[in-house]
Structures are given as structure tokens and as C-alpha cells.
């Protein structure tokens, strides 16, 4: 797996200004049935070329051409290219390249079913994964929290396992995507904000230019604090309120009345997912008016009480579908955000319950814990009487700069409807039947599944 660490850094050391990197792909579009009808792609080139890319249903017929448009969002630092692919059939495998004047590799993907039917799938969920490890990227400042020995290097070769054995249909990162804002321990008079963004992307290509990879905002996000980034505004002000994050990731925030790649949801076979904003455009939220250093703007995507009021249209309008057995019904609702517990959104648990929302999956905690039923925070307890009762997962012990590195934990007692671990692992979620989701806890050290339970409606 050793070839699999050095792919950053290869991608990084060689090709031309105008070489593809950094390829991604996102759901996009909407079917009349309410599925994804297309597919985004996204790339990075040193220097400003064409946004075109080609695709076709066989290696060698790679002949439909689609355009779209790049973006600068911090000078002198490269541009972020985004297409769409649209009006795709569904299920279907497809081969792309990526660039006019010099193209990529050529990669595949395959489109989503347009059918709400059970059908066999199993999606990487995780948050808080760093770049690479100390042993590649040793830090000349470990402070505020962050780990002179730590490593996503074993997650990362897990996934990569997984994916070459069909276990990852495609990806969902809960936040705190590479840690590029922390790059500063490693080069405090550097910053090397987006040479780590950079490197994390390319570090993650073999997955994210095969299939989709939705990420949700984490704190992590919000900004650059380095020492140039807090000293010299004309950076920092690039590097705010989540500017990177919403250039270099394009999400199905149009089809869905979401914002950005704030907050939006999407259909895939037989379950309604929603991608919370757990960060900002709510009282009390931790970047409601200021990111991570305190100095910069952040927030307010969305008018007051836009983002709350969107979320509840958006569990209705799936639970009533459920009800009413629509053509766009899905028999499960998956939430997900970066931070544990609903993110304390006030009343969001409420809103839980009242819609059926059957799991809600996170980060953050850079550990692994689950639990069925109300999750132990004053922000988060229900006061609506139910029967129902989400279960909450977070899964964010991955490996980063903020993570010890733990090579093993205790064993789930069977039958016990809560486990933790810090143990280093990844979490697949898994539609096994009409009738059941199963969460798995990977281990990154050996694949091993540590944990599993099942969720029957």
C-alpha cells in the first residue's frame, strides 16, 4: 500500500501547469423521481485552462464533451474547475477525462439507480481524517491539542482495500476534510494552507475520481489561522468563512434549496440523506459569527432562520413522502453532520423525532461511539412525546493531527445498545435487505470489523 501514501506527493512533483489533479466527483441533478440524474466533476490545474471534460460508455468512446467554468478563490494558488454531467442514464458506468489542452487519466464512475427499491450498497462514512501522518509530515509546533504521533495513513490503506474489493460504492466525510488549517505545525513560517488541501485531494483521487464523495462542513473548515493567515488580512480574508471549502467542492445544494455546500440533501436507492451545517446560521453555533481564530467573519449563508427553517422542509417533505407511499418515497432518512449530538441545533432532535429521522452520523470527537435513542445534551432533548427513536453514530477516529494514534480499544458487549472506542477505524453504512441498515466500525489497522448493529423498519 506504500504506492497509495506517495500519491500526493507524485501528483504534486510532476505534470505541467495545466495537468489535471485533484479529481472529484459529486452527485448532481434530480430525476422526476427524485434521484440523482448526473454527476459533477471537479479538478485542479496550477494555472487557468479550459473547463471541459469528455465522457462515454465504453474506454474508447470517450466523445461527449461538457463545459463548465473555473475559479481563483486565492490568488496566485491555482484554479478549481467544475463541471456537470448531466441527464446521465441511470446505473450506468461511465469513463471521463478531465482538461482540453492536456487531459487526465482516463477514470469511471457509475450513476445512481432511479429507483427508491432496495438496491446493494455500502458507503464509506467518516470525519476528521488528516493528511498522510507525522512519520511523512512531522510538525515543527505541535500546540492546541494537536499529536507529535499520529497517522491516516492506515485509514486511508483500509479504504483503499475496500475499494478494490467493492466494499465502497462511494464516500460521505463529515467534516474536517485533510486538516489544511492546522498545516501551519508543520511549517509555521510556511503555512502551507493549500499545499495541504492539495495534497489531501490528490491523496484521495483513487476514490473520489470513481465515485461520489459528499462532504458535510466541519470546524476545520472554516478558515486558515496560521501565522500569515491572522497577520496579513489580504490573505486571511481569501482563506475565510469557508471560501475553500465551498470553491473546491460542488455539491447538490441547487436541486435540494440548500446553500452553497452549507447544507443540502439527496436521494440514493432507498434512503433520503440530509447534510447538516452544524457550524454556522443558528444561535449558539460555533462559527455563527467568527471562525476558528476568532479575528475573521464567518457565517451567515443564509437570511435568519433560513437554514432551520430548510430543515424542516426538507425531513417533511421526505417523512410525508414515506407516509404516502409517493413515487419519490424513501423508506429510510439518514442525517449527517460534523459535529456530535444534532451539532446542539437547538430543537433539531425535536425535529428528529417528529419526522422519523432514523440516524444521524458525525464527527468531530475523533473517536467512534453509537447509541439508540435521545442523545444526553440539553440542546438535543426532545420534549415532543414519541415512540421513535434516531440513533446517533459518530465516527471520527480516522487519524489526524488532533488524533491519537490508538491501535486497539475494547470489544462491543453483545446486545448492548451503546459502544465507544478510540480505537483508528472507518465506518461503512450498509442497506443489507428491504427492511435493514447495518453500521460497521472498520478498523484501520487490520480491516477487521470491530462493531456492527442493525436498524430494522
Known amino acids: 500500500m506504500k504506492s497509495v501514501v506517495a500519491l500526493a506527493l507524485v501528483a504534486l512533483c510532476q505534470g505541467s501547469d495545466i495537468t489535471p489533479e485533484q479529481i472529484h466527483l459529486a452527485f448532481q441533478g434530480q430525476t422526476t423521481k427524485g434521484n440523482p440524474s448526473g454527476m459533477n466533476v471537479m479538478w485542479y490545474t496550477k494555472k487557468k485552462a479550459d473547463s471541459t471534460a469528455f465522457y462515454g460508455k465504453t474506454p474508447t468512446t470517450i466523445t461527449m464533451k461538457a463545459t463548465g467554468s473555473a475559479r481563483e478563490y486565492h490568488l496566485g494558488h491555482g484554479f478549481h474547475h467544475n463541471v456537470d454531467f448531466e441527464n446521465l442514464e441511470p446505473n450506468t458506468k461511465y469513463y471521463y477525462q478531465v482538461g482540453d489542452q492536456e487531459k487526465s487519466s482516463v477514470w469511471s464512475f457509475t450513476t445512481a439507480p432511479d429507483s427508491s427499491a432496495t438496491v446493494p450498497l455500502s458507503i464509506s462514512v467518516f470525519g ?42 462511494w464516500v460521505w466525510h463529515l467534516g474536517d476534510i485533510g486538516y489544511a488549517d492546522d498545516a501551519f505545525a508543520h511549517d509555521v513560517v510556511g503555512g502551507l494552507y493549500e499545499e495541504a488541501y492539495n495534497g489531501y485531494v490528490n491523496w484521495m483521487q483513487n476514490l473520489s475520481a470513481n465515485s461520489a464523495y459528499m462532504v458535510s462542513p466541519g470546524n476545520h473548515e472554516s478558515e486558515c489561522h496560521s501565522p500569515e493567515c491572522v497577520t496579513d488580512p489580504f490573505t486571511g480574508l481569501q482563506l475565510n468563512n469557508f471560501s475553500a471549502f465551498n470553491a473546491r467542492w460542488h455539491m447538490p445544494s441547487k436541486t435540494s434549496n440548500g446553500v452553497m455546500n452549507m447544507w443540502y440533501s439527496w436521494n440514493f436507492g432507498p434512503i433520503h440523506f440530509v447534510s447538516l451545517n452544524t457550524e ?58 460534523h459535529r456530535p449530538c444534532c451539532g446542539d441545533i437547538p430543537g433539531v432532535q425535536q425535529l428528529f423525532d417528529k419526522y422519523e429521522v432514523d440516524l444521524y452520523v458525525s464527527g468531530h470527537a475523533h473517536t467512534f461511539a453509537r447509541s439508540a435513542g435521545v442523545c444526553e445534551k440539553p440542546a438535543c432533548t426532545s420534549n415532543v412525546p414519541s415512540n421513535f427513536s434516531t440513533s446517533f453514530m459518530y465516527c471520527g477516529g480516522t487519524g489526524s493531527e488532533e488524533t491519537d494514534f490508538v491501535t486497539s480499544g475494547p470489544s462491543p458487549i453483545p446486545g448492548s445498545p451503546t459502544f465507544a472506542t478510540p480505537e483508528l477505524s472507518s465506518c461503512l453504512l450498509k442497506v443489507k435487505d428491504d427492511n435493514t441498515l447495518e453500521l460497521q466500525l472498520i478498523s484501520s489497522i487490520d480491516a477487521r470489523v470491530i462493531d456492527s448493529f442493525q436498524m430494522h423498519r
Not at 511523512?136 to 478494490?164: F, I, Q, Y
Not at 432562520?305 to 418515497?329: C, F, I, M, V
Open 280 to 337: 454556522t446560521d443558528f444561535p449558539g453555533a460555533g462559527e455563527e459569527h467568527r471562525g476558528d481564530s476568532g479575528i475573521y467573519p464567518a457565517g451567515s449563508f443564509g437570511a435568519k432562520g433560513q437554514y432551520l427553517a430548510w430543515l424542516e422542509a426538507d425531513l417533511k417533505a421526505a417523512h410525508e413522502a414515506r407516509t404516502s407511499g409517493a413515487p419519490n418515497a424513501r423508506k429510510w432518512i439518514v442525517a449527517g453532520g
Open 128 to 169: 476528521d481524517m488528516g493528511w498522510l501522518g507525522s512519520k511523512e509530515r512531522p510538525m515543527d509546533l505541535p500546540v492546541g491539542g494537536m499529536k507529535s504521533n499520529w497517522s491516516a495513513v492506515p485509514t486511508r490503506n483500509t479504504m483503499e482495500k475496500l475499494r478494490l474489493q467493492g466494499e465502497i460504492d
